[in-house]
């Protein structure tokens, strides 16, 4: 079936400092999201990307989807504490479900 | 009040004992899902359903079984719970295929001991 990676697993950056995570998967994508889970929460959906090297931004939030349609990043600019969490990639398996990557857990150094 | 419910919480239970997981959501959405987050893997899909008649396995299904009583309600069973069954599960709902964004409850960790 299909696979969707993520690295890195853990990030550690102290505040102020960018951060990216990148996200792989086995078979071209018709689409992908983001989501963002906050320690002790639940997941919540950020964005979805849809175009061939689409690039979109929310605040200090971009997201870039490749030109294959395979691989896709999240980039943060001056992190802040707010931005503690971990952040999956998730692309669609057929017509029916998502599959979720492996996430990467991000924790800030104040 | 939220959109996506789950219950219980937590919940603590011994190997072998059967536990029914509740998830109900407000939102009017057809398609409802339940997930199992360990750490490291991600989340990995139990089961999913479209309607009340359409019941779909995911890559996780074993050991598991779901029922969906209404549009708005979702269970899921462990018909008789084992250690490497403890982990935090999510149930979440969405308005059409991936496409759409879904929604999560706030999960329910369990422990088997």
């Known amino acids: 079936g299909q696979q969707v990676m993520q690295i890195p697993q853990y990030q550690h950056v102290q505040e102020g400092e960018d951060f990216t995570t990148y996200c792989n998967s086995s078979t071209t994508l018709s689409n992908i999201q983001w989501y963002k889970q906050r320690p002790g929460g639940h997941p919540v959906f950020l964005i979805q990307l849809v175009k061939s090297g689409e690039v979109k931004k929310q605040k200090r939030l971009t997201f870039q989807f490749g030109e294959a349609k395979k691989n896709s990043s999240l980039h943060i600019t001056a992190t802040q504490t707010t931005d503690v969490g971990t952040y999956f990639c998730?692309?669609?398996?057929?017509?029916?479900?998502?599959?979720f990557g492996t996430g990467t857990r991000l924790t800030i150094i104040p | 009040d939220a959109d996506v419910t789950q219950t219980p919480r937590n919940r603590i239970t011994k190997t072998g004992k059967r536990i029914m997981l509740e998830c109900s959501q407000t939102k009017g959405h057809d398609r409802m899902y339940w997930y199992r987050q360990d750490p490291g893997l991600g989340l990995r899909l139990i089961y999913y359903s479209f309607d009340v008649k359409d019941i779909n396995k995911g890559e996780i299904s074993d050991g598991y079984s779901v029922s969906r009583q209404a549009q708005a309600k979702f269970s899921l069973s462990l018909e008789s719970a084992i250690p490497n069954q403890t982990a935090l599960y999510f149930c979440?709902?969405?308005?059409?295929?991936?496409?759409?964004?879904?929604?999560f409850g706030p999960g329910t960790r369990l422990t088997v001991t």
């Open positions: 998730a692309g669609p398996e057929g017509n029916e479900k998502l599959t």
């Open positions: 979440a709902t969405s308005n059409g295929g991936p496409r759409y964004e879904q929604y």
